[in-house]
């Protein structure tokens, strides 16, 4: 535990001393994002590297306290060291093609085939995949095949979810936060503390971040953070659906780990997902810029940045605690619950949304 709560210190404190020297040599040298267009929320130029910061911290800390010294089979230091090479060479494609984006531009189908490249060499080469459904629906081994193009896909799906709910000031950082810090927890009781550290790690460099993204940011983290934060958490859920049952304590053996991730990033799922059904209705890319988001339309009923995110970090630890009864339903069961909270904020959100609008007609 001690070793945990040093990684969580060390990430945390690199952010927090770092990030001031950050934002002036970005500003010094212009790599501001302006509010140029109308979705955007920001009211004045902001710094958009801070993802630079989010990664160095994660990885610092993740790697100075790595530690298999606990792993006594050849087998389990083989698998440890061959998932951090994996992790480190895989972040650093998508750390780099974040930076260009966040300096230059880079177009969404450039960044899909990065995604797809990334999502390859975890499945394929890191093995780090979805075996089976474990009971959702009756299902549980799944062909090989399906296996590659699930992993894929949830990949891609969860990578992209963190980097279109980076919309307003804390929303992303604060959602990364209470996933990998979920996560960790939930790692801890699965006595696996190599993947606890990347959890910590992570959410440790969040919290410090959000000391300086929250409204009124001073700082984005651009898609540099987005795209990192999206492919930490993916491995993360992985794992952490896969994780033997054999290896965890009474309680959690009756929690179903598939609902409990799809749970614990219902916010980007969700989200995503609206936005996409909407985009495809209109005959627009799914990949479109637009202010649709759940976010914008709570903006839209009149809640500040600071109560939004709120909101939203309320409902995201809501539904965490929604798939715990699935220690009393099967999976299936314990899934429509968690979609049906999903279902239930959607409609506030838009029932508020209608009559804010139907408020501003009446006064015009």
Known sequence: MAILILVFITAFAVVLYSTPALIKVAVLKRLIDLPSE??????????????????????FSFSL????????????????????????????????????????????????????????IL???????????????????????GSIFLSLFTYIVVVNAMNLIDGIDGLAAGVGFIASSVFGIWFIFANEYTLASLSFSLSGALLGFLIFNFSPAKIFMGDSGSLIIGMFICVLSIKLIEYP????????????????????????????????????????????????????????????HVKTVIIIYVFSLLTVAVSLLSYYLNPSLSLFAVLGCSAIFILMVHLCYKSEQKKKSIIK
């Open 38 to 59: 109308d979705r955007k929320v920001h009211k004045r130029a902001v710094p958009t590297i801070g993802g630079i910061i989010i990664y160095a911290a994660t990885l």
């Open 245 to 304: 049952v054999t290896r965890v304590d009474d309680f959690w053996v009756h929690i179903s780990n598939s609902i409990f991730v799809i749970a614990t990033l219902s916010y980007p799922l969700t989200d995503t997902l609206r936005i996409f059904i909407l985009r495809a209705a209109k005959g627009q890319s799914p990949f479109a810029a637009d202010r649709n988001h759940l976010h914008h339309r709570l903006l839209d009923c009149g809640f500040s």
């Open 123 to 145: 499945v394929l080469m890191g093995d780090i995949r979805i075996t089976g459904l474990h009971g959702i629906f009756g299902i549980n081994e799944i062909p090989q095949w």
């Open 65 to 120: 306290w790595y530690n298999i010294d606990d792993l006594h089979e050849y087998d389990q230091i083989y698998e440890s060291v061959k998932e951090f090479k994996i992790l480190v060479a895989t972040s650093l494609v998508l750390f780099f093609v974040g930076v260009k984006d966040d300096i230059i531009g880079t177009s969404p189908v450039k960044k899909l085939f990065a995604n797809i490249l990334v999502g390859l």
